[in-house]
């Protein structure tokens, strides 16, 4: 994905994206944080052409997005997952909600079907094609949601606070479901989202204010650069937070980790 100088009005003269300018290399998971207002889901949004380009320059899976000769092309190689699934779903069965992808861009009923039930085991929801999505949890109906983008083989997933509206079990399933993804098939990921937990599993991290890109890098160059954050209206993840902490009080010393992981790798050394 390439991006320059990109920007997008809602109104005149009141730009939400103000000049961005961006690289995301294939197979490459890159968070996108910041505030609300920010610009975030509007520059999701143009990743997947549900937005019209304005101005600049925007090429996804290597097709123009400023070409509308090629928006199908352009929504197929580039899945979106939003932050409430039932504003997805266009059948109550799951199977057939997942096969609509495939199908709307021209796959016989029986390839459609086959890539519907690869795309839900990939999720971890092999078999449920004959259940109803309105009686699945939040996190199985966000993985059905999640399984309906793959099932198209897109190239780009993006996700806009996909787990923002499901609880902490849901949230693990569809990181998994994600990150298994991305593995197993090279997807591209573009991850919008408050969870900075999640943001540190990232390659790279972009930091939006106020319509355009104020940084970028490495999770434990940006999430440990509490001015950075602060001044976009963020706050470290927690281990982050639990390390500054610790060396308030004189327990600890050097570089704050990011992860979990990375906190108690630090403790035990």
């Not at 207002?37 to 290597?62: C, D, F, I, Y």
């Not at 090629?70 to 932050?83: D, K, N, P, Y």
């Not at 992808?101 to 086959?114: H, I, M, S, T, V």
């Not at 991850?191 to 890109?213: F, I, N, S």
Request: aromatic share 4%.
């Amino acid at each position: 994905m390439e991006a320059r100088d990109v920007t997008h009005a809602y109104a005149p003269g009141r730009p939400t994206l103000r000049g961005v300018s961006l690289d995301v290399a294939p197979g490459e998971f890159v968070a996108v944080v910041g505030e609300n207002g920010s610009g975030k889901t509007t520059l999701a949004r143009h990743l997947n052409a549900l937005l019209p380009l304005q101005s600049g320059e925007l090429t996804v899976a290597g097709i123009d997005a400023g070409d509308p000769t090629r928006v199908w092309e352009l929504r197929r190689a580039c899945g979106m997952v939003f932050q409430t699934p039932e504003n997805q779903f266009v059948s109550t069965l799951v199977g057939e909600d997942v096969a609509f992808g495939p199908r709307n861009f021209g796959a016989g009923e029986k390839d459609a079907r086959l890539a519907a039930a690869r795309a839900l085991a990939d999720v971890g929801l092999a078999g449920f094609e004959r259940r109803d999505v309105h009686t699945l949890s939040g996190g199985q109906q966000q993985r059905v949601a999640l399984a309906g983008a793959l099932a198209s083989d897109p190239d780009v997933l993006v996700l806009d606070e996909a787990t923002s509206m499901i609880d902490p079990q849901g949230r693990d399933e569809l990181v998994r479901a994600v990150l298994r993804a991305r593995s197993e098939r090279g997807t591209t990921l573009v991850w919008v989202t408050h969870d900075m937990e999640l943001v540190a599993r990232a390659d790279r991290v972009v930091v939006m204010r106020a319509g355009a890109v104020a940084a970028e890098g490495a999770p434990a160059e940006v999430l440990s650069d509490r001015a950075l954050l602060e001044s976009a209206g963020l706050e470290p993840p927690l281990a982050t937070r639990v390390w500054e902490g610790l060396v308030r009080r004189g327990a600890a010393c050097g570089p704050a980790p990011v992860t979990v992981e990375g906190l108690v790798s630090a403790l035990c050394d």
